[in-house]
C-alpha cells in the first residue's frame, strides 16, 4: 500500500456568512490538519479568541461557511485502488475532486474512505471540501427535525455528530470550528486490505488469550461508496472472490514495556526488554470471504502461557506485546496488554456497588474526569498529552474518565496510559441532551460507535464503555420529559444500539448505560446507595461541609471550582483595575453565577478578601479545602464507597473553572491537595461513627499489599508544644481501611483555634485543624527562608516558627514559565520543606519569598 499525503498547506477562504466580507474572501494559507479558527490567527485576520473579551469578537467564524482548496500533482501509483481516506473532518462537509462531487459527511467522530480512482487524472488534480457553518446548522437541523431537544448551554449542539464542548460549557470558550483536523491523503493499493483488527485478550489462570478479529477489503470496486474506518464493511459491487489469503498474526513482548510480573503471578516467559530473544507466538487463519465477495474476515486465537499480565498503576507492572497481523502484502501494527476487567454492581446489603475488579482483584478508583486540553483539538500534542497524563500519575492517580461531551482521543492518550498504568473510563459522546433517534442522526452514530470501539479495543488500559454523561438523570430528574412530549431522546441508544455494538465487538469490557446509574429501572439514576452518582449540591447551593451528608457507593463527578495560576488568568484579563466581577474576568468565568458561588463557598472558612491578590489566593485555597474534604470523608468510606472521578483535571482554555490543572500547565493548589488526599495510604481524621460525637483516625489502604502500623496522635498547640499523644495500631488489607475512636483527651481541643491534631504512621502524615482559618490564631509572620539559586531556577527553603499552614509558593508570579513541585504544606514550629523551582536563569532569589509568592493561611487574615 502506498499513501500520497494530501497534508500540509492548503488555501481556506470564506464562502458565506458573516465572514465572507472582501477581506476573508481573500484567500489565505491554511495548514492541515488545522481548523479555520488557528488559520485565521496565523494570519492575523482576528483577535486571539481566548484573550479578553476575543471570543464575542469572533462569533461569526462559526456561523460562516469555509471552502478549503488544494491542488496536487499525481502519478498513479502501480495499484488497481485508489482512496481518498479523511481521518477526521469537522463537520458537515462536501468534498469535491475535479469538480465532481465525491462524497458528504457529517461526522466529526469517525473518518471515511472514497474510492477515487475514477476521478483522478495525471498532472495536476484539485481537492475542495466546503464546510457548513456549524452554529446555524445546528439550529437549522433542530427546526427541520421538530424543533430544539433539550440541552443544556446555548447552542443545539446535540442536532451534529461534533465536539459538543466546542459550542462553549460552563468552562469553555465557544469556538465553533471547521476544518480538515485530522490527517488527509490517498491510499493506493490492490489485492487485499486490511480493514480492521480488534485484538481482544483474556487471561486463563496463568495463559495469556488473544482473539484477534480481522476484516479485510478486496479492490477491484470502483463504485461510489463511504465507509468508516474500523466500522463493518459498506457492500460494493463488482469485487473479485478472495481466494488462498490467509490472516497471519505474530505476537511479541513488546522491547520497551515493563514485562515484571503483577503480584502473585507466574514470571513471563522470555525477555520482553530482547524482542530478538523474546518468544513470539505466530497464527494463521483463512480469510473467508464476505457474500458480497468484497469483504472478508478472519479470527486468530493465540495462547501465551506465563503470560506477562498487565496491572494497574500500584497493583503491579504494565508488560505490553506488540501484535503484527499480516493479510497479503498489508500490515497492521498495535499493542495489547493482558488482563481482565469485570464490574461488580450487583444489589448487596447496602444498595449495589460499581467495583472495577481487575485480573480479579477489587481497584479503589482515584481518578479525575478529562475535557478535551484545548479548545482547538489540532493543538493537542503527543508532547501535550503527556504532561497533563504525568499531572495525572504524580497526583496519586489510578483512572481518567474521558467525558461524553468531548472526543474520542488519540490514541496518543490511551498508548500513554497503557504504558504507565492509568485506567480509562470511556464516556460515549453524548453529555447533557436528548438525542434524536431517528435515522438523520442515528444513521451517523452505529458507524461512528463501531469505529470507536474497534479502535480504541487494543488498549488495556481501557475499562469502562459509558453510554452517556448525564442524560438519564436528567430526563428522570431535569423536566425533560413533559417538554419531550413523546419525542425519542436517546433511551434506546442507551440501552440497545450501544450495549449491543459492545457486546458484538468487544465482550471483554463492562458496559454502563450512564453515568450516573443506579442498575435498578425503579431507582433515580442518581440514588447515593446505589452505582455511580454525581454530587453537585456542593458548589452549587451548599457548603463543602455536606459531602459528609452523602454515603455514596461510588462518585463519577463532584469538584469545585477557582481561578487559574495568576500568570494564566493576567495574561488574558486586563481589567483595569483588576477585580473578580470585571467584564473580561467575567468573559473568563463560565460558570452560571459563578463568582457568587466562590464567594459563598468561602464564607465560613476564610475571611472576605479585601483586595484581588487576596481574592485570588483564597479562591484557590477554598477550592483546594473543599476537595480535599470530600476526598477524605469518601475514602474514609472503604470498601463500602470504591471510588471517585473528580471533576476535572484539565482546562481547554485560561478560565476559572473546576480544572486541577489550568490551561497554562500549572498545578493548582487544588492539585496538592489530590495529590495529598488520594496516596494509596491515607490516614485521616473523619467523625466517630458511634453516631455520639467525637472523632476516628482512619487508615485507608489503596495499595497493592497489606498495610499494619502503630499511629501516633498528638494534639499540638500552635508554638509546638504537644498537649496530648497517644499510640494505636491500625491495618488494612488491600481495598480496605482500618479505624480507632480517639480519646476525648485527644478529640476535644481546649482552645480550637491555637491547636491541631498531628497523625503519622504508615509512612506517611496527615495535621487535622480543629477550626477553619478565619477561627484559627495563625500568625501573620510565621516563616524563614533561604533562597539558593541552582542552573534551572532555585530552591527555596522554608522554616516555621509558629504553626503554618497551607504554606505555599507560586513562582509564575515572577516568571509564568517557572513551575514548583511542592505546596500546600502545613508546618509546625522548627519543621521544614524545601520547594524546588524550575524557571528561566536569572530568577530574582528576594522575588521568590515576596509574601504575594510565597503565601500561606495565615497570610489572609488581617
Same mark, same amino acid.
Given at each position: 500500500?502506498?499513501?500520497?499525503?494530501?497534508?500540509?498547506?492548503?488555501?481556506?477562504?470564506?464562502?458565506?456568512?458573516?465572514?465572507?466580507?472582501?477581506?476573508?474572501?481573500?484567500?489565505?494559507?491554511?495548514?492541515?490538519?488545522?481548523?479555520?479558527?488557528?488559520?485565521?490567527?496565523?494570519?492575523?485576520?482576528?483577535?486571539?479568541?481566548?484573550?479578553?473579551?476575543?471570543?464575542?469578537?469572533?462569533?461569526?467564524?462559526?456561523?460562516?461557511?469555509?471552502?478549503?482548496?488544494?491542488?496536487?500533482?499525481?502519478?498513479?501509483?502501480?495499484?488497481?485502488?485508489?482512496?481518498?481516506?479523511?481521518?477526521?473532518?469537522?463537520?458537515?462537509?462536501?468534498?469535491?475532486?475535479?469538480?465532481?462531487?465525491?462524497?458528504?459527511?457529517?461526522?466529526?467522530?469517525?473518518?471515511?474512505?472514497?474510492?477515487?480512482?475514477?476521478?483522478?487524472?495525471?498532472?495536476?488534480?484539485?481537492?475542495?471540501?466546503?464546510?457548513?457553518?456549524?452554529?446555524?446548522?445546528?439550529?437549522?437541523?433542530?427546526?427541520?427535525?421538530?424543533?430544539?431537544?433539550?440541552?443544556?448551554?446555548?447552542?443545539?449542539?446535540?442536532?451534529?455528530?461534533?465536539?459538543?464542548?466546542?459550542?462553549?460549557?460552563?468552562?469553555?470558550?465557544?469556538?465553533?470550528?471547521?476544518?480538515?483536523?485530522?490527517?488527509?491523503?490517498?491510499?493506493?493499493?490492490?489485492?487485499?486490505?486490511?480493514?480492521?483488527?480488534?485484538?481482544?485478550?483474556?487471561?486463563?489462570?496463568?495463559?495469556?488469550?488473544?482473539?484477534?478479529?480481522?476484516?479485510?477489503?478486496?479492490?477491484?470496486?470502483?463504485?461510489?461508496?463511504?465507509?468508516?474506518?474500523?466500522?463493518?464493511?459498506?457492500?460494493?459491487?463488482?469485487?473479485?472472490?478472495?481466494?488462498?489469503?490467509?490472516?497471519?498474526?505474530?505476537?511479541?513482548?513488546?522491547?520497551?514495556?515493563?514485562?515484571?510480573?503483577?503480584?502473585?503471578?507466574?514470571?513471563?516467559?522470555?525477555?520482553?526488554?530482547?524482542?530478538?530473544?523474546?518468544?513470539?507466538?505466530?497464527?494463521?487463519?483463512?480469510?473467508?470471504?464476505?457474500?458480497?465477495?468484497?469483504?472478508?474476515?478472519?479470527?486468530?486465537?493465540?495462547?501465551?502461557?506465563?503470560?506477562?499480565?498487565?496491572?494497574?498503576?500500584?497493583?503491579?507492572?504494565?508488560?505490553?506485546?506488540?501484535?503484527?497481523?499480516?493479510?497479503?502484502?498489508?500490515?497492521?501494527?498495535?499493542?495489547?496488554?493482558?488482563?481482565?476487567?469485570?464490574?461488580?454492581?450487583?444489589?448487596?446489603?447496602?444498595?449495589?456497588?460499581?467495583?472495577?475488579?481487575?485480573?480479579?482483584?477489587?481497584?479503589?478508583?482515584?481518578?479525575?474526569?478529562?475535557?478535551?486540553?484545548?479548545?482547538?483539538?489540532?493543538?493537542?500534542?503527543?508532547?501535550?498529552?503527556?504532561?497533563?497524563?504525568?499531572?495525572?500519575?504524580?497526583?496519586?492517580?489510578?483512572?481518567?474518565?474521558?467525558?461524553?461531551?468531548?472526543?474520542?482521543?488519540?490514541?496518543?492518550?490511551?498508548?500513554?496510559?497503557?504504558?504507565?498504568?492509568?485506567?480509562?473510563?470511556?464516556?460515549?459522546?453524548?453529555?447533557?441532551?436528548?438525542?434524536?433517534?431517528?435515522?438523520?442522526?442515528?444513521?451517523?452514530?452505529?458507524?461512528?460507535?463501531?469505529?470507536?470501539?474497534?479502535?480504541?479495543?487494543?488498549?488495556?488500559?481501557?475499562?469502562?464503555?459509558?453510554?452517556?454523561?448525564?442524560?438519564?438523570?436528567?430526563?428522570?430528574?431535569?423536566?425533560?420529559?413533559?417538554?419531550?412530549?413523546?419525542?425519542?431522546?436517546?433511551?434506546?441508544?442507551?440501552?440497545?444500539?450501544?450495549?449491543?455494538?459492545?457486546?458484538?465487538?468487544?465482550?471483554?469490557?463492562?458496559?454502563?448505560?450512564?453515568?450516573?446509574?443506579?442498575?435498578?429501572?425503579?431507582?433515580?439514576?442518581?440514588?447515593?446507595?446505589?452505582?455511580?452518582?454525581?454530587?453537585?449540591?456542593?458548589?452549587?447551593?451548599?457548603?463543602?461541609?455536606?459531602?459528609?451528608?452523602?454515603?455514596?457507593?461510588?462518585?463519577?463527578?463532584?469538584?469545585?471550582?477557582?481561578?487559574?495560576?495568576?500568570?494564566?488568568?493576567?495574561?488574558?484579563?486586563?481589567?483595569?483595575?483588576?477585580?473578580?466581577?470585571?467584564?473580561?474576568?467575567?468573559?473568563?468565568?463560565?460558570?452560571?453565577?459563578?463568582?457568587?458561588?466562590?464567594?459563598?463557598?468561602?464564607?465560613?472558612?476564610?475571611?472576605?478578601?479585601?483586595?484581588?491578590?487576596?481574592?485570588?489566593?483564597?479562591?484557590?485555597?477554598?477550592?483546594?479545602?473543599?476537595?480535599?474534604?470530600?476526598?477524605?470523608?469518601?475514602?474514609?468510606?472503604?470498601?463500602?464507597?470504591?471510588?471517585?472521578?473528580?471533576?476535572?483535571?484539565?482546562?481547554?482554555?485560561?478560565?476559572?473553572?473546576?480544572?486541577?490543572?489550568?490551561?497554562?500547565?500549572?498545578?493548582?493548589?487544588?492539585?496538592?491537595?489530590?495529590?495529598?488526599?488520594?496516596?494509596?495510604?491515607?490516614?485521616?481524621?473523619?467523625?466517630?461513627?458511634?453516631?455520639?460525637?467525637?472523632?476516628?483516625?482512619?487508615?485507608?489502604?489503596?495499595?497493592?499489599?497489606?498495610?499494619?502500623?502503630?499511629?501516633?496522635?498528638?494534639?499540638?498547640?500552635?508554638?509546638?508544644?504537644?498537649?496530648?499523644?497517644?499510640?494505636?495500631?491500625?491495618?488494612?488489607?488491600?481495598?480496605?481501611?482500618?479505624?480507632?475512636?480517639?480519646?476525648?483527651?485527644?478529640?476535644?481541643?481546649?482552645?480550637? /483555634?491555637?491547636? !491541631?491534631? $498531628?497523625?503519622?504512621? &504508615?509512612?506517611? #502524615?496527615? =495535621?487535622?485543624? +480543629?477550626?477553619?482559618? %478565619? @477561627?484559627?490564631?495563625?500568625?501573620?509572620?510565621?516563616?524563614?527562608?533561604?533562597?539558593?539559586?541552582?542552573?534551572? /531556577?532555585?530552591? !527555596?527553603? $522554608?522554616?516555621?516558627? &509558629?504553626?503554618? #499552614?497551607? =504554606?505555599?509558593? +507560586?513562582?509564575?508570579? %515572577? @516568571?509564568?514559565?517557572?513551575?514548583?513541585?511542592?505546596?500546600?504544606?502545613?508546618?509546625?514550629?522548627?519543621?521544614?520543606?524545601?520547594?524546588?523551582?524550575?524557571?528561566?536563569?536569572?530568577?530574582?532569589?528576594?522575588?521568590?519569598?515576596?509574601?504575594?509568592?510565597?503565601?500561606?493561611?495565615?497570610?489572609?487574615?488581617?
Amino acid at each position: 500500500m502506498e499513501r500520497t499525503t494530501l497534508d500540509g498547506t492548503w488555501s481556506l477562504e470564506a464562502v458565506t456568512g458573516p465572514g465572507q466580507s472582501a477581506e476573508h474572501r481573500e484567500p489565505i494559507t491554511a495548514q492541515v490538519p488545522g481548523c479555520v479558527h488557528t488559520d485565521l490567527l496565523r494570519a492575523g485576520r482576528i483577535p486571539d479568541p481566548f484573550d479578553g473579551d476575543g471570543e464575542a469578537a469572533t462569533q461569526w467564524i462559526g456561523d460562516t461557511v469555509w471552502r478549503y482548496r488544494r491542488t496536487f500533482d499525481w502519478t498513479a501509483p502501480d495499484e488497481s485502488r485508489h482512496d481518498l481516506v479523511a481521518e477526521g473532518l469537522d463537520t458537515l462537509a462536501a468534498i469535491e475532486l475535479n469538480g465532481i462531487v465525491v462524497a458528504t459527511t457529517a461526522n466529526q467522530h469517525r473518518s471515511y474512505r472514497f474510492p477515487v480512482g475514477h476521478l483522478l487524472r495525471p498532472g495536476a488534480n484539485e481537492l475542495v471540501i466546503t464546510f457548513d457553518a456549524p452554529v446555524p446548522a445546528a439550529e437549522r437541523l433542530s427546526a427541520l427535525h421538530g424543533g430544539e431537544l433539550p440541552h443544556v448551554n446555548h447552542h443545539p449542539y446535540n442536532a451534529l455528530r461534533k465536539n459538543a464542548s466546542n459550542f462553549g460549557w460552563d468552562w469553555g470558550v465557544d469556538v465553533a470550528t471547521s476544518g480538515i483536523w485530522k490527517s488527509i491523503g490517498i491510499e493506493s493499493w490492490s489485492g487485499a486490505r486490511i480493514a480492521a483488527v480488534r485484538p481482544l485478550v483474556d487471561v486463563d489462570g496463568t495463559t495469556g488469550v488473544l482473539t484477534a478479529h480481522i476484516d479485510v477489503e478486496y479492490a477491484g470496486s470502483t463504485g461510489s461508496f463511504s465507509q468508516a474506518i474500523g466500522s463493518a464493511p459498506v457492500a460494493s459491487a463488482g469485487g473479485p472472490v478472495g481466494t488462498g489469503l490467509e490472516a497471519r498474526i505474530t505476537l511479541a513482548p513488546h522491547p520497551a514495556s515493563a514485562a515484571r510480573p503483577g503480584p502473585d503471578t507466574a514470571p513471563p516467559v522470555g525477555r520482553p526488554d530482547d524482542a530478538d530473544t523474546a518468544d513470539r507466538v505466530v497464527g494463521t487463519r483463512p480469510v473467508v470471504t464476505g457474500p458480497d465477495v468484497t469483504t472478508g474476515s478472519a479470527v486468530v486465537r493465540l495462547e501465551v502461557p506465563d503470560v506477562a499480565v498487565w496491572w494497574p498503576r500500584g497493583e503491579g507492572d504494565q508488560p505490553l506485546y506488540d501484535v503484527r497481523v499480516e493479510v497479503g502484502d498489508d500490515v497492521w501494527n498495535g499493542r495489547v496488554g493482558f488482563r481482565t476487567v469485570t464490574l461488580d454492581t450487583a444489589a448487596d446489603a447496602g444498595g449495589a456497588p460499581f467495583l472495577l475488579r481487575v485480573n480479579g482483584r477489587p481497584v479503589m478508583v482515584r481518578g479525575a474526569n478529562w475535557i478535551p486540553d484545548h479548545a482547538y483539538l489540532t493543538e493537542m500534542t503527543r508532547e501535550r498529552y503527556a504532561d497533563r497524563i504525568q499531572d495525572a500519575v504524580d497526583a496519586n492517580m489510578n483512572l481518567l474518565r474521558i467525558w461524553g461531551g468531548g472526543i474520542y482521543e488519540s490514541d496518543d492518550l490511551y498508548d500513554r496510559c497503557d504504558e504507565l498504568g492509568i485506567l480509562v473510563w470511556q464516556d460515549f459522546l453524548f453529555a447533557c441532551a436528548a438525542y434524536a433517534e431517528e435515522p438523520w442522526l442515528a444513521d451517523e452514530v452505529e458507524p461512528e460507535v463501531r469505529e470507536a470501539v474497534t479502535r480504541l479495543s487494543p488498549h488495556p488500559s481501557l475499562v469502562v464503555w459509558n453510554g452517556n454523561n448525564e442524560n438519564l438523570v436528567a430526563y428522570a430528574e431535569w423536566g425533560w420529559r413533559p417538554s419531550l412530549v413523546g419525542r425519542t431522546w436517546g433511551n434506546g441508544y442507551y440501552r440497545s444500539l450501544l450495549p449491543s455494538i459492545v457486546a458484538e465487538l468487544d465482550p471483554t469490557r463492562p458496559y454502563t448505560p450512564g453515568s450516573p446509574f443506579s442498575f435498578d429501572e425503579y431507582l433515580t439514576p442518581n440514588d447515593q446507595r446505589n452505582g455511580s452518582v454525581h454530587i453537585w449540591d456542593v458548589w452549587n447551593r451548599l457548603d463543602y461541609r455536606a459531602y459528609a451528608d452523602w454515603e455514596p457507593r461510588f462518585v463519577a463527578e463532584f469538584g469545585f471550582q477557582g481561578p487559574p495560576a495568576w500568570s494564566t488568568l493576567t495574561a488574558v484579563v486586563h481589567d483595569e483595575p483588576l477585580d473578580p466581577d470585571g467584564h473580561e474576568m467575567l468573559v473568563h468565568q463560565k460558570a452560571d453565577q459563578g463568582n457568587r458561588k466562590l464567594a459563598d463557598g468561602m464564607r465560613g472558612h476564610l475571611p472576605s478578601p479585601t483586595s484581588i491578590e487576596d481574592w485570588h489566593f483564597a479562591a484557590q485555597l477554598n477550592q483546594a479545602h473543599a476537595i480535599r474534604f470530600g476526598m477524605e470523608w469518601f475514602r474514609s468510606r472503604t470498601p463500602d464507597n470504591t471510588g471517585m472521578v473528580v471533576w476535572q483535571l484539565n482546562d481547554d482554555w485560561p478560565v476559572v473553572s473546576w480544572a486541577l490543572v489550568d490551561h497554562a500547565g500549572i498545578r493548582k493548589p487544588v492539585w496538592y491537595a489530590v495529590r495529598q488526599a488520594y496516596q494509596p495510604v491515607l490516614l485521616t481524621v473523619q467523625p466517630s461513627t458511634g453516631g455520639q460525637g467525637g472523632l476516628d483516625v482512619v487508615l485507608v489502604n489503596a495499595s497493592g499489599a497489606s498495610v499494619a502500623d502503630e499511629v501516633t496522635v498528638s494534639r499540638v498547640a500552635f508554638d509546638g508544644t504537644v498537649l496530648e499523644s497517644s499510640s494505636f495500631a491500625l491495618a488494612a488489607a488491600p481495598a480496605d481501611a482500618d479505624r480507632v475512636q480517639l480519646p476525648t483527651s485527644l478529640a476535644a481541643p481546649g482552645s480550637p /483555634g491555637s491547636e !491541631v491534631l $498531628v497523625v503519622t504512621g &504508615a509512612g506517611t #502524615r496527615t =495535621v487535622h485543624d +480543629f477550626a477553619e482559618v %478565619v @477561627d484559627q490564631a495563625l500568625e501573620p509572620s510565621p516563616l524563614r527562608t533561604d533562597v539558593t539559586p541552582t542552573a534551572d /531556577g532555585a530552591t !527555596v527553603t $522554608v522554616t516555621a516558627t &509558629a504553626y503554618a #499552614r497551607d =504554606v505555599s509558593l +507560586f513562582p509564575d508570579r %515572577v @516568571d509564568a514559565a517557572a513551575r514548583v513541585d511542592e505546596g500546600l504544606v502545613s508546618l509546625l514550629p522548627g519543621e521544614t520543606v524545601t520547594f524546588t523551582v524550575t524557571s528561566a536563569p536569572g530568577i530574582a532569589p528576594d522575588a521568590l519569598v515576596h509574601p504575594l509568592v510565597l503565601r500561606h493561611g495565615g497570610s489572609l487574615l488581617p
